[in-house]
């Protein structure tokens, strides 16, 4: 075969691999996604826009699932004292596996002043699958409990979309996807815990392009080696 087609053949297989690789990689999809809630409590109803954030890490066969509020979606009607407010939410699932994930916060580290926003902050819990396949995670009801009793109760009323899309394998299965390998999800990880995968999509896509640019580079290299094994040396 002529070195120029041999060449165009190295090529278009360079192309052609880095086309596989972009299109299987694995990835979550995360996105940070308003939410409307419309809270009952004790001084009467209540409502609020809050930007929420769902994330996931691997740890052992669970993941770790960190729910973050931009706002807080409440005002205290009285003074909160430092460690009387905790809250609590919970994640719809959806996709692949069903049911609701607990997810809590920890007390207030200082005074709330009355008639000022109740800051939510971040709330953790711990996702086991039952089932293999991608799996959705929808923000529920916040319930924020202080001075002893559920001070709101507040319920999304937008029918808000899923915060985060997530690729799992259930404990000892085999079917279904598994494209967090071991790293809830992302891209990137060890399966043992450690930082929170880089889900949105600016960071997907940047990770895929370099991998992509690396399958190229791959591929260009093998096609200046065989130029070079098949060059003729010119006649004197």
């Not at 939410?35 to 770790?64: L, W």
């Not at 979309?161 to 259930?170: G, H, Y």
């Amino acid at each position: 075969m002529p070195y120029r087609r041999r060449t165009a053949c190295a090529l278009t297989a360079a192309v052609a691999a880095g086309s596989a690789v972009l299109l299987s990689a694995p990835a979550a999809q995360a996105e940070v996604v308003d939410v409307n809630y419309a809270c009952e409590t004790k001084i009467g109803p209540k409502s609020a826009v809050s930007p929420v954030d769902i994330q996931a890490v691997r740890s052992g066969s669970a993941y770790t699932i960190t729910m973050s509020f931009e706002k807080g979606v409440s005002d205290s009607p009285v003074d909160l004292p430092k460690g009387v407010m905790t809250p609590r939410a919970e994640l719809v699932l959806g996709g692949a596996d069903s049911g609701r994930v607990q997810v809590k916060g920890v007390p207030n580290a200082a005074l709330i002043p009355a008639d000022t926003p109740i800051r939510i902050g971040r709330l953790t819990g711990t996702y086991t699958p039952r089932k293999s396949g991608r799996v959705t995670f929808t923000a529920g009801t916040l319930t924020v409990h202080a001075l002893g009793m559920d001070a709101a109760v507040c319920k999304p009323t937008n029918s808000p979309k899923a915060a985060l899309e997530l690729d799992v394998t259930a404990a000892g299965g085999s079917g279904g996807p598994s494209g967090g390998t071991g790293s809830g999800g992302s891209s990137g990880g060890t399966g043992s815990g450690g930082e929170l995968p880089r889900t949105g999509p600016l960071d997907s896509a940047t990770a895929l392009g370099t991998l992509g640019g690396t399958v190229l580079l791959a591929g260009t290299a093998g096609v200046l080696w065989l130029t070079r094994r098949t060059a003729r040396p010119t006649a004197r």
